[in-house]
T-cell receptor, first 111, second 119 residues
């Protein structure tokens, strides 16, 4: 079983749509959670950290459910520029604090 | 934000040659650097973690004699792919973690990656 699992997609949505990505992790000792965005042939870039209380950054909302070991990302009013691969990432300090990446969910926003 | 550079950004080489990739933290000191590899349509896989002045720690399944890592200073780490073969063709990304950071916050910065193609 992968440590971090995501639906690989692709998700093809029209502009303005709301889209949700899900992620599960297996290490119950995971302590930090993130969503990264990766554009084609580029390095991943931090989109947002995920906190237990849930957090929002503009059109992006992240949720964490520690009991279910589940993380989500909601994108509202999607833009063409949101097209990218979204990576769910966890960090567990019982693994030396290294980042563990999910395989990513590909999003394509169409006009 | 903090900047991490990688050089070269892409390289094409013949099978059997060795390739060196440099990773530099430009405006901060990185006690820890990470090397990742990403194959098409797959996620980043951690290859090794290197701490300045000590031997790198390799992930399971990564050959330390094939992927040589040197972290000689707080701003430079190098990855050398020795005797490269076509199956080593991949996107190699380094990441540097700042010397000070708060647990729970992300203080890890990624380089732009190096695309290696072995013919």
């Amino acid at each position: 079983r992968k440590e971090v699992e995501q639906d690989p997609g692709p998700f093809n949505v029209p502009e303005g749509a709301t889209v949700a990505f899900n992620c599960t992790y297996s290490n119950s000792a995971s302590q930090s959670f993130f969503w990264y965005r990766q554009d084609c042939r580029k390095e991943p870039k931090l989109l947002m950290s995920v906190y237990s209380s849930g957090n929002e950054d503009g059109r992006f909302t992240a949720q964490l459910n520690r009991a279910s070991q589940y993380i989500s990302l909601l994108i509202r009013d999607s833009k063409l520029s949101d097209s990218a691969t979204y990576l769910c990432v966890v960090r567990a300090y019982n693994q030396g604090g290294k980042l563990i990446f999910g395989q990513g969910t590909e999003l394509s926003v169409k006009p | 934000g903090a900047v991490v550079s990688q050089h070269p950004s892409w390289v094409i080489c013949k099978s059997g040659t060795s390739v060196k990739i440099e990773c530099r933290s430009l405006d901060f000191q990185a006690t820890t650097m990470f090397w990742y590899r990403q194959f098409p349509k797959q996620s980043l896989m951690l290859m090794a973690t290197s701490n300045e002045g000590s031997k790198a720690t390799y992930e399971q399944g990564v050959e330390k004699d094939k992927f040589l890592i040197n972290h000689a200073s707080l701003t430079l780490s190098t990855l050398t792919v020795t005797s490269a073969h076509p199956e080593d063709s991949s996107f190699y990304i380094c990441s540097a973690r700042t010397a000070t950071g708060t647990r729970g916050t992300d203080t890890q910065y990624f380089g732009p990656g190096t695309r290696l193609t072995v013919l």
